[in-house]
């Protein structure tokens, strides 16, 4: 049985430059078929996302997009006529689809959906005029986010804020059933699938991003009690198994975070990835020995000097924390109240951040 969170159809091997973290991601090959959707839900009903109805909200995820992928046409209104790869939707709420871009190898569009008819749109943001171009094969941020503190409605892509609105339109439709589509839409039919990767798809009942930032791909998210649904293929690990294609598989249980996915066992597959450049996102390579740890204590080794160093369970809790006040390229780290299992070490150099996962025996 395999230990990971969530992978769908084709996981594919990459390899970038020796200074590249090891990551595992979701890689959609933009089949068509109604085997190849992937979607999530809560409770006992698989049309159920209530719980996502509200004012305070966030989507994002980490896109790769294939240069072979399904481009909209911008001067659309809706994902329905545009024929965009979808990246999230929710029926008769919101729509996230690629559109085509004069200055730059494609863009986004971001709709809010009339509440009776998911063919109409009620609100419209879209990135293709923009200072973000955005070019097939490099990671790409996505995040739309709003606060009742403030009202407003935000989208972001690498952090920059491409579009905002205080209109109360842009609120989750209240007492919604409809579940959380991502590499396609149903509008009468299963339609515009997505081609390329995922990452680090986080869905919240809050407003995490109330003003621009820098997103990282390497960061370990925490699951606290606003996060809704949370798929990251190297953190928060937990086993799984379906006996059946489409069989629900349970995210994880627990109060407040009982969501599930459905997809197509027989098309999953399993490996990782090299990916994360260091020039894009500032990654470092450090090595931890030995690993796994046998005497309650291990060693980092970096290249640079170490400022900080937190360790993380497989949930995404903060378990330890290593503030360096001197610093050199190796430090001893003690372990000893820590349990036995998996987890993730976090450490941030002067030069960057890396991550990379250790068994305590």
Same mark, same amino acid.
């Given at each position: 049985?395999?230990?990971?969170?969530?992978?769908? %159809?084709?996981?594919?091997? #990459?390899?970038?430059?020796?200074?590249?973290?090891?990551?595992?991601?979701?890689?959609?090959?933009?089949?068509?078929?109604?085997?190849?959707?992937?979607?999530?839900?809560?409770?006992?009903?698989? =049309?159920?996302?209530?719980? #996502?109805?509200?004012?305070?909200?966030?989507? /994002?995820?980490?896109?790769?997009?294939?240069?072979?992928?399904?481009?909209?046409?911008?001067?659309?209104?809706?994902?329905?006529?545009?024929?965009?790869?979808?990246?999230?939707?929710?029926?008769?709420?919101?729509? %996230?689809?690629?559109?085509?871009?004069?200055?730059?190898?494609?863009?986004?569009?971001?709709?809010?959906? @009339?509440?009776?008819? @998911?063919?109409?749109?009620?609100?419209? #943001?879209?990135?293709?005029?923009?200072? /973000?171009?955005?070019?097939?094969?490099?990671?790409?941020?996505?995040?739309?986010?709003?606060?009742?503190?403030?009202?407003?409605?935000?989208?972001?892509?690498?952090?920059? %804020?491409?579009?905002?609105?205080?209109?109360?339109?842009?609120?989750?439709?209240?007492?919604?059933?409809?579940?959380?589509?991502?590499?396609?839409?149903?509008?009468?039919?299963? #339609?515009?699938?997505?081609?390329?990767?995922?990452?680090?798809? *986080?869905?919240?009942?809050?407003?995490?991003?109330?003003?621009?930032? =820098?997103?990282?791909?390497?960061?370990?998210?925490?699951?606290?009690?606003?996060?809704?649904?949370?798929?990251?293929?190297?953190?928060?690990?937990? /086993?799984?198994?379906?006996?059946?294609?489409?069989?629900?598989?349970?995210?994880?249980?627990?109060?407040?975070?009982?969501?599930?996915?459905?997809?197509?066992?027989?098309?999953?597959?399993?490996?990782?990835? /090299?990916?994360?450049?260091?020039? *894009?996102?500032?990654?470092?390579?450090?090595?931890?020995?030995?690993?796994?740890?046998?005497? &309650? =204590?291990?060693?980092?080794?970096?290249?640079?000097?170490? &400022?900080?160093?937190?360790?993380?369970?497989?949930?995404?809790?903060?378990?330890?924390?290593?503030?360096?006040?001197?610093?050199?390229?190796?430090?001893?780290?003690?372990?000893?109240?820590?349990?036995?299992?998996?987890?993730?070490? &976090?450490?941030?150099?002067?030069?960057?951040?890396?991550?990379?996962? $250790?068994? $305590?025996?």
């Amino acid at each position: 049985m395999k230990k990971q969170l969530l992978t769908i %159809l084709t996981i594919t091997v #990459m390899a970038f430059t020796a200074n590249a973290q090891t990551v595992t991601y979701l890689n959609f090959d933009g089949a068509s078929t109604s085997n190849d959707r992937f979607y999530a839900f809560n409770g006992a009903s698989a =049309t159920d996302m209530s719980d #996502m109805s509200g004012t305070d909200y966030t989507f /994002e995820v980490w896109i790769k997009v294939d240069a072979t992928a399904l481009i909209g046409d911008r001067t659309e209104a809706t994902g329905f006529t545009a024929n965009g790869a979808s990246l999230m939707n929710r029926r008769k709420d919101f729509e %996230l689809y690629i559109i085509d871009d004069a200055d730059a190898d494609y863009a986004i569009k971001y709709n809010r959906l @009339d509440a009776t008819d @998911d063919t109409v749109a009620t609100g419209t #943001m879209q990135s293709d005029a923009a200072v /973000e171009n955005l070019s097939f094969g490099d990671w790409v941020h996505v995040a739309i986010s709003r606060s009742s503190g403030d009202g407003i409605a935000k989208f972001y892509i690498n952090g920059v %804020l491409i579009d905002s609105s205080s209109d109360a339109l842009w609120a989750q439709v209240a007492n919604s059933n409809e579940w959380m589509g991502f590499n396609y839409m149903w509008r009468g039919s299963n #339609m515009n699938f997505y081609k390329g990767a995922f990452d680090n798809v *986080r869905v919240s009942t809050v407003d995490r991003y109330p003003t621009a930032f =820098t997103p990282d791909q390497g960061a370990v998210f925490t699951v606290d009690a606003d996060t809704k649904i949370q798929l990251d293929l190297d953190h928060n690990i937990i /086993e799984f198994d379906p006996v059946d294609n489409f069989a629900k598989v349970e995210v994880k249980s627990g109060s407040g975070y009982g969501y599930f996915i459905k997809y197509h066992k027989l098309n999953t597959t399993w490996t990782d990835s /090299e990916v994360l450049s260091v020039d *894009r996102n500032n990654l470092i390579d450090f090595s931890v020995y030995p690993n796994p740890v046998t005497e &309650k =204590t291990f060693v980092i080794n970096a290249n640079e000097g170490i &400022k900080n160093v937190q360790i993380f369970d497989v949930l995404g809790k903060s378990v330890k924390v290593v503030e360096v006040s001197e610093r050199a390229t190796q430090l001893n780290v003690d372990v000893n109240n820590l349990s036995k299992g998996i987890y993730f070490v &976090k450490t941030v150099t002067d030069a960057g951040i890396g991550t990379q996962k $250790i068994i $305590i025996q």
